[in-house]
């Protein structure tokens, strides 16, 4: 009876032992799952998942312009931002533009109308004009809208780049060279060759490579690499430029940042669909990082799997230890002589 026992208790404990490792192999993933991410990193899975443009009331903003105008008050800096403001909101540049270019004239200490210029002239397509107006107003304050104003900059300088440029860079410049090999210093940097095929040298037509440009000017003020509001600001451009590639290839560099591979393939695919600029990069991009996550299983080992091999194997000798003690008490017992027996 003991002896079958003793038998049943070493089984349960290798079968602990065993389900402790079949959980381990069950649950390893070489990145999280996506509700993981989306746990980790709400607002940045929102801006992914879900993007949510500035809700704008439209008949509220009529009225207001038409108040505006009916009682023009050009002698004070904020009638010229509010009226360009409201017809920015709705996403009527080529009306606010003069208004807007008055105002700068007028008042060219003046942040806001800087920068309230710069969106008109982004609205419009001109982005050079956009970079300039952007750059004045972050001279003003640098700090401008609560401090994410640079990454307009940064975005703005990244578009008036050529061609060859933007198709080997990401806009947060700080980030393209660790962007092209993919090695963000997360436990999946295993295969260098597969790293750098992920955002091939550009080459001209006939197959030389270009030179590359010379860095933004923005990075001659600000590292925004680590810049503690990186996060936000990325978001912020994504969510004011949802069909600009390039804000949201963006946000799944951010996204790789912090080794959310789940969410950046949601964001690669979503800035290749966009298309058509850099369409075919990021669309390969994309696709290099599937095979990239699938091959990470084949060269990773995570950390919960070596602790719970540890774990099972520590069990199995308390297990046959005890068994041990059993049988050696056992063994004793059957030496013993039998007491004698008292009348």
């Not at 999946?188 to 091939?200: A, Q």
């Not at 991009?285 to 080992?301: F, G, I, M, N, P």
């Amino acid at each position: 009876m003991k002896s079958e026992l003793v038998k049943r208790a070493v089984a349960a404990i290798l079968v602990v032992c065993l389900g402790f490792e079949h959980e381990a192999i069950a649950c390893i993933w070489d990145a999280d799952s996506l509700e993981d991410e989306k746990k980790a990193r709400p607002t940045l899975a929102q801006a992914i998942l879900d993007p949510k443009s500035p809700t704008v009331d439209p008949a509220s903003l009529e009225a207001r312009i038409e108040a505006l105008r009916a009682a023009p008050r050009e002698s004070e800096v904020t009638w010229f931002n509010d009226l360009g403001g409201a017809l920015l909101r709705l996403g009527r540049p080529a009306e606010a533009l003069p208004i807007l270019e008055d105002a700068v004239v007028r008042f060219p200490d003046e942040y806001g109308v800087h920068a309230n210029l710069g969106t008109a002239y982004h609205l419009a397509g001109r982005f050079k004009d956009a970079e300039r107006e952007i750059g004045r107003g972050l001279q003003i304050n640098a700090e401008g809208h609560d401090g994410l104003e640079k990454y307009h900059l940064a975005l703005l300088q990244y578009l008036i780049k050529s061609d060859a440029y933007r198709a080997s860079h990401v806009y947060v410049d700080e980030f393209s060279e660790r962007y092209r090999q993919f090695a963000f210093g997360h436990p999946l940097s295993h295969d260098k060759g597969l790293l750098l095929s992920l955002r091939p040298p550009v080459t001209s037509s006939s197959g030389v490579q270009e030179t590359e440009e010379h860095p933004p000017e923005y990075r001659l003020r600000w590292n925004l690499a680590a810049d503690p509001k990186r996060d936000d600001g990325v978001i912020y451009m994504a969510t004011l430029n949802p069909e600009t590639p390039a804000a949201i290839e963006m946000l799944a560099v951010v996204a790789l940042a912090h080794a959310d591979q789940n969410l950046a393939l949601v964001a690669l695919d979503r800035a290749a669909a966009l298309g058509p600029v850099n369409a075919d990069k990021l669309q390969r991009t994309a696709d290099a990082l599937r095979v990239y996550v699938a091959e990470s299983v084949k060269h990773e080992e995570p950390p919960i799997r070596r602790a719970t091999t540890v774990i099972a194997l520590v069990l199995v000798a308390l297990g046959l230890g005890l068994l041990t003690f059993v049988l050696i008490r056992r063994a004793r017992r059957r030496r013993r002589p039998p007491a004698e027996t008292v009348l």
